[in-house]
């Protein structure tokens, strides 16, 4: 039988990776293009707004216990469709 490791899987959301791939490289945040900056702003910015509307829209047509399936369900369908 196959021994088990004693690893540890973590999860990192997206800006722990950045900040981690930034650091680990020994890379300034300052040193970043302004175009970067931009668009690390716009995908910040444009799907927090688009999502929070999506979702305000859903609420008001359909059932919160609804919606929220479908928002926890999203990463599995996504996986599927991959």
Known sequence: MPKHSNARLTSYSHPQLFFISIFSRRERLADLHFS??????????????????????????????TVSVGVIGEPVLAIILA
């Open 36 to 65: 970067d900056w931009t668009y690390f702003f716009l995908l910040a910015l444009i799907p927090t707004i688009f999502g929070q509307y999506i979702f305000n829209l859903l609420l008001k047509s359909i059932g919160a216990t």
